[in-house]
């Protein structure tokens, strides 16, 4: 009986991350004009060459984010890979971006500031997850480079975010700057230490 109910939960989690990929996935081709959605940030004068992915239609605010959530979870969880699974937390940080600035937009501030403080936690994950990878010899310069800017885009779409958010969440979303600076920071000097030169960071001196 035991073996049964494991076999079952195990059966039940498979298939509701299939959903959720599924209704996520057939999202990406759905418009409800004949232009594509752009991510945000496309479309202003960007000081940063980075294009942030699509988010799919489920965001926070849907009864759905759970199940999005717990795949997310599992998927990362699985992974094995320490530069894969760097590459994921980056993913997870810059999709969550995309979704704050959607959030803000609908009109929840509430939803859109939770995400926000969750999802730039990914990029310190990123980073020592792409430490774990170095450190047992795997080449992670590519990496390095995509996370140094990455963290630029993430600094720059938080000055995008200040002019749609209300007065009183607009200091939490600049301190909360400090994760997309330190990630910069981390990924810029370990390539400095072998020798590669790191993105030019246009807001230095701001």
């Known amino acids: 009986?035991?073996?049964f109910l494991f076999a079952f939960v195990i059966f039940a989690i498979a298939f509701v991350i299939l959903?959720?990929?599924?209704?996520?996935?057939?999202?990406?081709?759905?418009?409800?004009?004949?232009?594509?959605?752009?991510?945000?940030g496309e479309t202003k004068d960007s000081k940063v060459d980075y294009v942030l992915p699509y988010a799919g239609r489920v965001l926070p605010d849907s009864p759905f984010w759970g199940l999005?959530?717990?795949?997310?979870?599992?998927?990362?969880?699985?992974?094995?890979?320490?530069?894969?699974?760097?590459?994921?937390?980056?993913?997870?940080?810059?999709?969550?971006?995309?979704?704050?600035?959607?959030?803000?937009?609908?009109?929840?501030?509430?939803?859109?500031?939770?995400?926000?403080?969750?999802?730039?936690?990914?990029?310190?994950?990123?980073?020592e997850e792409e430490k774990i990878a170095r450190g047992r010899?795997?080449?992670?310069d590519e990496f390095l480079v995509t996370l140094a800017t990455?963290?630029?885009?993430?600094k720059e779409i938080s000055g995008y975010l200040v002019e749609l958010a209300p007065e009183n969440v607009k200091p939490l979303i600049i301190s909360n700057e400090t994760y997309a600076d330190k990630a910069y920071e981390d990924a810029k000097n370990a390539l400095n230490s072998r020798g590669l030169t790191a993105p030019k960071n246009p807001f230095d001196g701001d």
């Open 68 to 127: 999005k959530a717990l795949r997310d979870k599992i998927w990362f969880g699985v992974t094995t890979s320490p530069l894969r699974r760097a590459q994921i937390a980056l993913l997870f940080a810059d999709k969550r971006l995309v979704m704050v600035e959607e959030l803000f937009r609908k009109g929840k501030p509430d939803y859109a500031m939770a995400t926000l403080l969750k999802g730039e936690r990914y990029l310190p994950i990123a980073m």
């Open 1 to 3: 009986m035991k073996k």
């Open 137 to 140: 010899g795997i080449d992670t």
């Open 150 to 154: 990455a963290a630029l885009k993430h």
């Open 19 to 40: 959903l959720v990929s599924i209704f996520d996935s057939s999202a990406i081709t759905y418009t409800f004009t004949n232009t594509p959605p752009q991510p945000f």
